[in-house]
T-cell receptor
Framework: NAGVTQTPKFQVLKTGQSMTLQCAQD?????MYWYRQDPGMGLRLIHY???????DQGEVPNGYNVSRSTTEDFPLRLLSAAPSQTSVYFC????????????FGPGTRLTVL | KQEVTQIPAALSVPEGENLVLNCSFT??????LQWFRQDPGKGLTSLLL?????REQTSGRLNASLDKSSGRSTLYIAASQPGDSATYLC??????????FGQGTELSVKP
């Protein structure tokens, strides 16, 4: 199994540009999450999904959209990038009943100029 | 609103020392508490999960404890090694099933 994969690993955007961060998992996990990690602030939940076709907002959803058309994929869209969105983004997934098996991807480091 | 705090933010110790990392949370109605390890430029690896009905969990040289009444968890690392150098994050599951993370403690173990 590849686990949780994220692309790209690094990205530089200009203010106002849009882009999609890709996340995929091959473990048939129903639950998937997007977090951002900023220095000194730990990880904060952006959006999450409990199954295909179901998404919900986390702690910091503004400026981001998600969709979940398949169990495997959970893309995160930045509609109009802002410097405040410069961060490291992590995708994670888990089985609904496996509390201690949340798997994280390697992250995408995004810089918005 | 649940808040999770980790102290200290950074810690440097000589190899072989036993050490304790601290984690505190504001809402005692947590469901589970989990400790993660993060290596530079990498994702998170789960170390230990303590369910709300448990007091501690052990894995090798790691022991994590949970005291819900005082809102505290500790991660004890015995006989530290340079390979233990990483950032350690604690996270509390609230009753909505979401993880609330602390800011992390960056550990450096010197040979």
């Amino acid at each position: 199994n590849a686990g949780v994969t994220q692309t790209p690993k690094f990205q530089v955007l200009k203010t106002g540009q849009s882009m999609t961060l890709q996340c995929a998992q091959d473990m048939n996990h129903e639950y998937m999450y997007w977090y951002r990690q900023d220095p000194g602030m730990g990880l904060r939940l952006i959006h999450y999904s409990v199954g295909a076709g179901i998404t919900d907002q986390g702690e910091v959803p503004n400026g981001y959209n998600v969709s979940r058309s398949t169990t495997e994929d959970f893309p995160l869209r930045l509609l109009s990038a802002a410097p405040s969105q410069t961060s490291v983004y992590f995708c994670a997934s888990r089985h609904p009943e496996a509390w201690n098996e949340q798997f994280f991807g390697p992250g995408t480091r995004l810089t918005v100029l | 609103k649940q808040e999770v705090t980790q102290i200290p933010a950074a810690l440097s110790v000589p190899e072989g020392e036993n050490l304790v990392l601290n984690c505190s949370f504001t809402d005692s109605a947590i469901y589970n508490l989990q400790w993660f390890r993060q290596d530079p430029g990498k994702g998170l690896t789960s170390l230990l999960l303590i369910q709300s009905s448990q007091r501690e969990q052990t894995s090798g040289r790691l022991n994590a404890s949970l005291d819900k009444s005082s809102g505290r968890s500790t991660l004890y690392i015995a006989a530290s090694q340079p390979g233990d150098s990483a950032t350690y994050l604690c996270a509390a599951y609230n009753q909505g099933g979401k993880l609330i993370f602390g800011q992390g403690t960056e550990l450096s173990v010197k040979p």
